[in-house]
């Protein structure tokens, strides 16, 4: 651009973009307050809070956490949301999750999960994408949606990276299963878990 004969540069054009969130910062905002009252997770750098929770994803969330101790035992820890260390900038709560080991072995959340479960109801998109997508690129092998609103239960696995975008992830296998059959976790492959008994009554 030029303005009576002296010549000025425009400014670069620069985007504005998202400012992400670490672990150390969400827990100092806890430390203040910030999220009292509310159940908050940090995914990918944002601060995701969630909706009060009805009687069906409470009293699912139950069963599947029981159906799952009852499968697994005392050699594993199956926990009800509680904390998955994820990344530098992830911190998620799933529904359910099986880690190795148990509570004792453990001096920070667990960064592994041999089998997540999320209950899903008002959530199912973003169960589906953002959620499935930061468990993949954590390396979770075994990543179940128990879909309240089709009375289904979808398994997600084999997390791949994008081959166009590496730091894109996803499960490349979703399989969706009905009320009529069972699941094997890829942890307990002798163990039959019926669909039914991880879904309130019809």
């Known amino acids: 651009m030029i303005t009576a004969g002296v010549q000025t540069l425009s400014p670069p054009r620069v985007e504005p973009t998202p400012r992400r969130w670490t672990k150390e910062e969400f827990y100092r905002m806890g430390d203040l307050g910030w999220f009292e009252g509310q159940r908050a997770e940090l995914v ?6 969630l909706s009060p929770q009805n009687f069906p994803h409470s009293s699912t969330t139950v069963r599947v956490f029981e159906a799952l101790r009852s499968a697994f035992g005392s050699d594993f820890w199956v926990r009800m949301q509680l904390p998955l260390d994820t990344g530098r900038t992830s911190l998620p709560e ?21 089998l997540i479960v999320e209950v899903s109801d008002t959530t199912l998109t973003f169960d589906r994408g953002r959620k499935a997508a930061n468990y993949a690129a954590a390396g979770v092998q075994d990543y179940w949606i128990v ?18 975008d590496p730091q894109r992830w996803r499960y490349q296998t979703v399989r969706t299963l009905t009320t009529a059959e069972s699941i094997s976790p890829l942890a307990l492959p002798a163990a039959a878990i019926a669909v039914q008994s991880l879904l309130p009554p019809p």
Not at 94 to 113: K, Q
Request: glycine share 4%; hydrophobic share 35%; net charge negative.
């Open 44 to 49: 990918d750098g944002e601060i995701v809070v």
């Open 94 to 114: 799933p529904d359910v999750s099986v880690v190795a080991g148990h509570l004792e072995d453990y001096t920070e959340h667990p960064s592994e999960a041999l």
């Open 147 to 164: 879909n309240l609103v089709d009375r289904r239960l979808e398994v997600h696995r084999d997390p791949r990276s994008d081959d166009a």
